[in-house]
C-alpha cells in the first residue's frame, strides 16, 4: 500500500475503515507517520483512542498488536519469555534419540527461534510494519515505562542468547493512557501527544450513521441530540461516550423505535449511564428534553 | 485565514527564528519546553509546511504540550505570537514567597552550647515544641519545627498484590519445584511454596491552603513533601478555591526548594474555600480514573465549607465508595472543647473512617501510623 500522503489523505483512508476523525486528530496522525514518533492519546473514557488504533492498522493494511498494560507488568510479559516446557521437552527427545549428546550442541539447540515466546513488542519490531498498540500505560509502574522507552527510542531489543533483534522499519507505536498517574517526562517527550475530546454533534451523529448503519437518521440525529445535552449541560459522574451513544442506538433500533420517547428512553436508560445518582440526573433531564412539544 | 501567516507576522526574520521564538514564549508562559521538544516542533512544521497555520497550530499542539494542563495556556500564547492579539502571557505568577528564616540559635551549630546541661535543655524544649499547637509558634520556633520533620518517616501502606513470591510456607509453587527437580536431572527435590506479595497502596493527599487553615500551610506542605519524598506512591494536592496538582513540586527532595515550588504553583493561597467544588473536580479529573480507586485519601481541613455543604457531603460518599480508607485529619480536633459542628464537616463525617487531628508534630506523627496501618 502506498505511503500516507498527506493528513487529509489519511483522514480519508481512516474514514474508510468507519473511524471518523477531525482534522487536528488526521494532522497528528499523519506527524507521528512522517516523523517515526509514537503516538501518546489522552482523553476521557469512550473517545475513540483504542479504536484509532485499530482504525490506523486497518487503514495501511498492516497487522495491529496490542499491549494492555497492567500493574506488575514485566518484560518478560511484554518482550519475549522461553518456552519452557516445551525446551524441556526437546531435551528429552533429544536424549531418546541420539545417545552420542554433544552437550554444547544440545544447549545450543534449546535458545532457538522456535523455543521463544514473542510476546507484543518484540511481535510488533519482527512483523513490522505493524501498529502496536499500549493500551492504559498509566497502569503499568514506572519501571516498566523505563523499559519502554529504551524501546522506543531505538526499536531494537537485544536477546542475549539470540542477539538483536531491530525492525526494519520502526513499527508505529500508539499509547493510550487514562490519566491516573501522570506520565513520566521522558517518556512523554519521546512522544507526540494529544488530547483527544468527545466529538462535535455533527461527526457524532456521522459516527453513529457509519458505525450503525441499521439506525435511521433521524434517530441518529435524536439520540445523539439527548446525549450531547447529558454530556454537556447534566452534571454527570460518568458522561457517556461515544461508544455509549452508539450502545443506546443500537439498542433503541433492536426494540424497533422510530422516534424517541420519555417511556422508551427511561427504559433503555442502563446503555448510556451506569451509576444510580447518575440515573436519578438523567431522568429528570430527559423530562425536560423531551417534553411533549 | 491568510497563509504564511508566521512568515507575515515578522516579515524580517527567518521562518525557524519565529517558530523558536515561540517555544522560548512558551517556556516563559510556564510550558516545559525543552531543546528535544523545540526540535521536534521545527520538524513537524517541515512536514505539515509553515504554509498551513491550522497545520503548524496542530503540529506545535501535538509535540510542545504535554498534558491537557497546557493547552489553554499554549492557545493563548499561539495568538498572542502568531495573530498579534493581546500581550504574550507570562506565567504561572512567579510570586516570591517570603520563607521565613531565623538564625538558629536555640539548637545552634554543634560547640556552641557546650555541656551536658544545655544539651538537656535543648532536648526538652525539642519535646515540648513537638506537642505545641503549630498555629502558635513563632517564626524563630516554626523555623526549628521546620528542621524536625526530618524525624518523621512516613510508610506507605500495604495491599496485597497479584503476584506470587517466594515464601517459605503457603501455596505450593509447582513452577519452582519443577525447576528444582530438572535440575537434579529428575531427582525429586524439596517442594517450593510462594505466597501472594505485597505492594505499596498508592495515598492521595488533599491539603486545603483557604484562609482559614493559613497558620497550617506551611506545616501540612512539609509533611506531605515528607510522605511525598519517603513513602513511595504518593500524589498531592491543594484544595481552596479550586483544585491544583502539586506532586512534582512536592517530589524536590529539599523541603524549603518543594514549597517555595508548591507556591508558584498553587494560585489560591489562603483564598476561601470550597471543599465540595474542589473535591468534586479532583474525583472527576484524577480520582475516578483511578487515583483514587484502593488508595488511602487523606484530607487536612478544618471543614469550614462556603459553599453547599451538601455538594462535600455527596462528593465525599463518592470519594469514599472509590478509596480503600479515608482519613480526615482536622488541627482543631486535639483542641479542648472542639466540636465538629460546622456544615462542612457535619456533612463529610458519616463517610469518614478515621478522623483525627493534626495541629502539631506529635500528631502528625501519630497521623503516620494511622495511614501506614490503613
Redesign the interface.
Known amino acids: 500500500m502506498d505511503p500516507v500522503q498527506s ?1 487529509a489523505d489519511l483522514a480519508d483512508r481512516l474514514g474508510k475503515t468507519g473511524y471518523l476523525c477531525d ?2 486528530l488526521a ?2 496522525g ?2 507521528a507517520l ?2 517515526q ?1 509514537p503516538l501518546l492519546l ?1 482523553g476521557e ?1 469512550g473517545t475513540g483512542k483504542t479504536a484509532l488504533a485499530e482504525a490506523l492498522a486497518l487503514a495501511q493494511d498492516v497487522p495491529l498488536i496490542r499491549l494492555q498494560c497492567y ?2 507488568i514485566d518484560a518478560s510479559q511484554a518482550l519475549y519469555d522461553w518456552d ?1 516446557p516445551r525446551q ?1 521437552l526437546h531435551l528429552r527427545a533429544l536424549e531418546a534419540t541420539e545417545h552420542s549428546l554433544d552437550a554444547a550442541a544440545a544447549e545450543h539447540s534449546l535458545f532457538d527461534e522456535r523455543f521463544l515466546l514473542a510476546r507484543p513488542v518484540l511481535r510488533a519490531l519482527q512483523e513490522s510494519p505493524a501498529v502496536l498498540l499500549v493500551d492504559e500505560i ?2 503499568a509502574d514506572d519501571e516498566f515505562e523505563a523499559f519502554l522507552l529504551e524501546v522506543l527510542s531505538t526499536y531494537q531489543v537485544t536477546i542475549p542468547e539470540l542477539g538483536t533483534v531491530s525492525a526494519q522499519q520502526p513499527p508505529f507505536v500508539v499509547l493510550t493512557s ?5 506520565i513520566h ?1 521522558a517518556l ?2 519521546r512522544c ?4 483527544i475530546e468527545h466529538p462535535d454533534l455533527r461527526r457524532e451523529v456521522e459516527i453513529v450513521r457509519v458505525r450503525a448503519p441499521e439506525v435511521s437518521e433521524a434517530l441518529a440525529q435524536q439520540v445523539v441530540a439527548v446525549v450531547q445535552q447529558l454530556r454537556n449541560g447534566v452534571d454527570l ?2 458522561p457517556p461516550g461515544v461508544a455509549e451513544t452508539l450502545d443506546w442506538a443500537r439498542a433503541l433500533e433492536e426494540l424497533g423505535v422510530r422516534q424517541l420517547d420519555l417511556e422508551v428512553a427511561a427504559a433503555t436508560l442502563g446503555t448510556i449511564v451506569k451509576y444510580r ?1 447518575d440515573a436519578e440526573r438523567v431522568r429528570k433531564a430527559l423530562d425536560r428534553m423531551l417534553a411533549p412539544a | 485565514m491568510t497563509p504564511a501567516a508566521a512568515a507575515v507576522a515578522r516579515p524580517t526574520h527567518a521562518p525557524d527564528e519565529v517558530l523558536l521564538g515561540f517555544t522560548r514564549a512558551l517556556r516563559a508562559a510556564g510550558l516545559r519546553v525543552t531543546q528535544d521538544r523545540a526540535q521536534a516542533y521545527l520538524e513537524a512544521v517541515s512536514v505539515v509546511g509553515i504554509g498551513d497555520r491550522r497545520a503548524t497550530y496542530w503540529a506545535g499542539r501535538t509535540t510542545l504540550c504535554s498534558g491537557p494542563d497546557d493547552l489553554d495556556r499554549y492557545d493563548q500564547v499561539f495568538e498572542s505570537w502568531f495573530l498579534s492579539r493581546g500581550p504574550v502571557p507570562v506565567g504561572p505568577p512567579q510570586e516570591t514567597r517570603t520563607v521565613t528564616t531565623a538564625e538558629l540559635t536555640e539548637d545552634g551549630p554543634p560547640g556552641e552550647g557546650e555541656g551536658e546541661e544545655s544539651l538537656h535543655a535543648v532536648a526538652s524544649s525539642t519535646e515540648v515544641l513537638r506537642h505545641r499547637d503549630i498555629a502558635d509558634l513563632d517564626p524563630a520556633e516554626k523555623s526549628r519545627l521546620a528542621g524536625l520533620f526530618a524525624t518523621l518517616q512516613p510508610r506507605a501502606p500495604h495491599r496485597p498484590a497479584t503476584r506470587r513470591t517466594p515464601w517459605r510456607r503457603g501455596e505450593v509453587d509447582a513452577h519452582r519445584t519443577l525447576r528444582r527437580t530438572l535440575s537434579r536431572m529428575g531427582e525429586p527435590a524439596e517442594i517450593a511454596w510462594r505466597r501472594r506479595g505485597t505492594r505499596p497502596r498508592r495515598v492521595v493527599l488533599l491539603v486545603d491552603v483557604s484562609g482559614s487553615m493559613s497558620a497550617y500551610a506551611d506545616a501540612l506542605l512539609r509533611l506531605a513533601h515528607r510522605f511525598a519524598t519517603a513513602a513511595g506512591n504518593v500524589e498531592v494536592f491543594t484544595i481552596g478555591t479550586r483544585l491544583t496538582h502539586i506532586t512534582r513540586a512536592m517530589r524536590q527532595r529539599d523541603p524549603d526548594r518543594a514549597i517555595v515550588a508548591a507556591g508558584e504553583t498553587v494560585p489560591d493561597w489562603s483564598g476561601g474555600t470550597r471543599l465540595g467544588e474542589a473535591l468534586k473536580s479532583f474525583l472527576d479529573r484524577w480520582g475516578q480514573r483511578g487515583m483514587a480507586r484502593g488508595a488511602v485519601v487523606v484530607v487536612f481541613s478544618d471543614g469550614w465549607e462556603r459553599g453547599d455543604a451538601a455538594l462535600l457531603g455527596e462528593q465525599m460518599q463518592r470519594l469514599h465508595r472509590l478509596a480503600h480508607r479515608v482519613v480526615w485529619v482536622n488541627p482543631h480536633r486535639g483542641k479542648a472543647g472542639y466540636q465538629p459542628v460546622q456544615q462542612g464537616i457535619v456533612a463529610a463525617l458519616p463517610y469518614v473512617d478515621r478522623f483525627v487531628a493534626g495541629h502539631s508534630l506529635q500528631t502528625f506523627a501519630e497521623l503516620i501510623e494511622v495511614v501506614a496501618h490503613a
Open positions: 493528513a482534522e487536528a494532522t497528528i499523519f506527524l512522517r516523523m514518533r489522552e473514557p500493574e506488575g519452557f524441556i498509566d497502569r487514562n490519566r491516573t498517574r501522570e517526562d512523554k517527550r507526540l501527544y494529544h488530547w459522574l460518568k445518582e
